[in-house]
C-alpha cells in the first residue's frame, strides 16, 4: 500500500487539483480516493501495464466528480454571464511548463475546468460528459469551449509576460 | 462548407492540441497535501472495518476486546520483538489503534495481486512502510523521486506502466472496481492473467481483505472420553486410585458401621471391581499465528486443560467414588500450511506438538454405602512430569470479515507416556482423536 500511496500520490494530487482549487478538499478527496483504492484491491482486475494507474485514476476522478456534485449548481451558475468569446484560439502548452499550465487549469472557473478535464485528461466524449454531470451535450460542448479559449488567452498573456 | 466537415476539422483541429497539452500533463505530480498518508493510513477502513461503519463497530468490538485484548497485546509484543529492526525490509508497520483492541497492519501487505501487477516497477522501487520517508541509494531512485517532489513531470516511462490516456492503451482504462461508479463502462470485468487467477486459486491463503499476518485463536477443544472396567478383588489395589489396605478391607468384609450405625454384613456375591471413567477432557486456548509465508504459519501459546476421571472401585452396594480433577496448562508450537483458499474459505492441515505441565490437581474421594455417602475426604495429587504430545489436524475456516472467522478442525493427538503413574485419559488412550473449534482473529 505504502508503495502504491508513494508512487501514485503525487500524480493523483495533481488530477484532483485540476477539478478542485482548495487544498482542504483535495486532500479530502484524495483520502477517500486512496481508502476506496486499498480497500477495492481485491476486486482490482490487472490488465497489463497501465491498468493500475488507470485504474486508481478513475477511483479518483469518481470520488471528484462526486465531491463537485454536492453542489449541483456549480456548473450551470458559472455559464451565466460568461460570454461566448466566438475565437477558435486554441491552447497551444508548447514550450510552458506543466506546472504552469496546471495552474492556468485551476484557475478556470468550476465548472469550465471539470468539462475541459474530464475532455482532454479523461477523454470524454460531450455526450459521456453530460451524462456525468447532468448536462446537456449542448451545456458541455459550450463550457469547453469556453475554457479552450480562456486557456488560451492565458497562454497568449503568459507568453508575453515572458518574451 | 458543411457542417459535418467543419466539425471533423474542428475535431482534427482539437485533436492536435489536446493530444499535446495531455502529453505535457502526463504524469505530472504535486506535493501531495500534508498530512495525507498519516491520515488515510490510520484510517479505520484501512485495517478493513468498513462494516464497522454500518453500526456494527460497538457489537464487534465488544466480543473483540473482550475476548482477544490480551491475545492481541500478546501478538503485539511478540510482533514487535520479531519485526526486523529495519522495518521497512517487509514493507510491515504494525501499530496498535488507540482505544480499540485492533492491531493494524498499515503498510507493505498489498494484496500479492497487486503485488503482481507492480512486478513491472524497476528494480530500484522498493516497498516503504512510510512513504513520505526519503528514499535512499540508487540514482535511479533520486531521479525519479527529485522530479516528483520538485513538482515536474516524470520523465517518461520512469514508472514502467503506459499512460492509460495514450491512444493505444484503452483498453487498460476498462479495468474498474467501482460498482457505483460514475464512470465504470459496461463489460469491464474480465479475468486476471491466468497465471496469476491460478496462484490466488490454489495452495494459498486467500488474497485481499482476507489474508492476514497475524491471527489469534480462541477455541475450545475436547477428546473422546473413555471407560473401562476390571473385575475382581485384584482390582481394587490396581485400582487408578489406589486404595489402601484398610479401604479394600472394608470393602470386602463390610465390617464397618454403615452411616446409620447398624453393622452391614458382607456380601460375598456382590461382584466386586473398578469402573474408571474418563470424561472429555476440555480445552480452551489462545494461539497466536504468524505467516511466515502466504501459505506457512507458525503459531504458538497458551492453553488450560480440565482431566476429569471418575473412578468407582468396590461393589454396587459399597465403593469408593474417586472424582479426580486435573488442571494442564500448556504451551504448543505447530507449523499449518494452507492447502486451499478463496475469498473467506480457507483449508489447511496443521502439525506441531505440546508440552503441558499439571498444575493442580485433587480427588475427592467419597465412601458410598448403599446409595449414602459414608464419608468423604480429597487429597490433592500432583504430577511432577511434564506431558509431552504430538499432533496432527487438517482445518478449515471461514471467515465472517477480514478479521474475524471461526473454523474447526479434526485431529489426532499422540499422548506421550511420561512415566507419572497418575491415571488419566493421556494415558488411558495414548492415541486419540481430537476436535478444535473457536474464533480466529486476523490481523494484518
Known amino acids: 500500500m505504502a508503495d502504491l500511496y508513494r508512487r501514485y500520490a503525487g500524480y493523483l494530487t495533481a488530477v484532483v487539483s485540476r477539478y478542485v482549487s482548495d487544498r482542504d478538499d483535495v486532500k479530502d478527496i484524495l483520502q477517500t480516493s486512496f481508502v476506496k483504492i486499498f480497500t477495492s484491491m481485491d476486486r482490482f482486475e490487472y490488465r497489463g501495464n497501465g491498468s493500475v494507474k488507470a485504474w486508481m485514476t478513475r477511483i479518483t476522478v469518481n470520488e471528484t466528480l462526486k465531491f463537485l456534485k454536492r453542489d449541483e449548481k456549480f456548473l450551470s451558475a458559472e455559464v451565466v454571464g460568461i460570454p461566448d468569446s466566438g475565437t477558435d484560439e486554441v491552447p497551444d502548452a508548447d514550450g510552458i511548463p506543466a506546472a504552469v499550465i496546471q495552474d492556468m487549469i485551476s484557475r478556470l472557473p468550476q465548472g469550465y475546468r471539470t468539462v475541459f478535464n474530464l475532455y482532454v485528461f479523461e477523454e470524454k466524449s460531450h455526450k459521456e460528459i453530460a451524462a456525468l454531470l447532468g448536462i446537456s451535450e449542448g451545456t458541455s460542448a459550450s463550457q469547453f469551449h469556453r475554457a479552450k479559449a480562456m486557456l488560451a488567452t492565458k497562454i497568449r498573456e503568459y507568453r508575453k509576460r515572458n518574451e | ?444
Open chain 2, 1 to 444: 462548407m458543411n457542417d459535418e466537415s467543419e466539425r471533423d476539422r474542428q475535431a482534427g483541429y482539437d485533436g492536435d492540441w489536446v493530444g499535446g497539452l495531455r502529453e505535457k500533463m502526463r504524469g505530472y505530480s504535486m506535493d501531495e497535501p500534508e498530512g495525507l498518508w498519516e491520515e488515510i493510513s490510520s484510517s479505520e477502513e484501512i485495517a478493513g472495518l468498513p462494516y464497522l461503519r454500518k453500526g456494527r463497530r460497538r457489537k464487534v468490538a465488544r466480543i473483540a476486546i473482550f475476548s482477544a485484548s490480551a491475545a492481541a497485546a500478546l501478538a503485539l509484543v511478540l510482533t514487535l520483538a520479531h519485526v526486523p529492526s529495519e522495518p521497512h525490509s517487509s514493507g510491515l508497520q504494525v501499530q496498535a489503534s488507540a482505544g480499540t483492541d485492533c492491531v493494524q497492519v498499515l503498510a507493505g501487505s498489498s494484496a500479492p495481486l497487486m503485488a503482481a501487477a507492480l512486478s513491472p516497477l524497476p528494480d530500484h522501487v522498493e516497498p516503504l512502510a512510510d512513504p513520505l520517508r526519503p528514499h535512499r541509494s540508487s540514482v535511479g531512485e533520486d531521479s525519479c523521486l527529485s522530479s516528483q517532489a520538485q513538482g515536474q513531470p516524470l520523465p517518461s516511462g520512469a514508472d514502467g506502466f503506459d499512460d492509460y490516456v495514450s491512444a493505444d492503451s484503452g483498453n487498460d482504462t476498462s479495468a474498474e472496481a467501482e460498482p457505483d461508479d460514475i464512470m465504470t463502462d459496461a463489460g469491464e470485468r474480465d479475468a486476471w492473467p491466468d497465471d496469476l487467477l491460478q496462484e490466488s486459486r490454489v495452495g494459498r491463503r486467500p488474497e485481499g481483505k482476507f489474508s492476514s499476518i497475524i491471527s489469534t485463536d480462541l477455541f475450545f477443544s475436547n477428546i473422546p472420553g473413555s471407560a473401562g472396567r476390571s473385575s475382581g478383588y485384584e482390582s481394587l489395589f490396581a485400582s487408578p486410585v489406589t486404595l489402601t489396605q484398610d479401604q479394600v478391607y472394608k470393602i470386602v468384609t463390610g465390617s464397618d458401621e454403615a452411616a446409620d450405625g447398624s453393622v452391614t454384613l458382607y456380601s460375598g456375591l456382590d461382584e466386586v471391581g473398578t469402573d474408571v471413567r474418563h470424561r472429555q477432557p476440555v480445552r480452551v486456548g489462545v494461539t497466536v499465528g504468524f505467516d511466515i509465508t502466504p501459505r506457512w504459519t507458525v503459531g504458538t501459546g497458551l492453553t488450560y486443560s480440565v482431566l476429569a476421571t471418575d473412578i468407582t472401585a468396590g461393589s454396587e452396594d459399597r465403593h469408593y467414588l474417586t472424582e479426580r480433577r486435573l488442571h494442564y496448562i500448556g504451551i504448543p508450537l505447530r507449523v499449518s500450511c494452507t492447502l486451499y483458499g478463496k475469498e473467506r474459505w480457507r483449508i489447511y492441515a496443521a502439525a506441531g506438538g505440546m508440552l503441558e505441565k499439571c498444575i493442580s490437581g485433587r480427588d475427592d474421594i467419597f465412601y458410598v454405602v448403599r446409595g449414602v455417602t459414608d464419608s468423604e475426604s480429597s487429597r490433592s495429587v500432583v504430577e511432577k512430569q511434564l506431558q509431552w504430545s504430538l499432533n496432527a489436524a487438517a482445518g478449515v475456516q471461514f471467515s465472517f470479515t477480514p478479521h474475524i472467522g471461526i473454523y474447526a478442525e479434526p485431529g489426532l493427538s499422540w499422548f506421550i507416556d511420561n512415566g507419572s503413574g497418575i491415571e488419566n485419559v493421556y494415558k488411558d488412550r495414548p492415541l486419540n482423536f481430537n476436535f478444535e473449534c473457536g474464533l480466529r482473529f486476523s490481523f494484518r
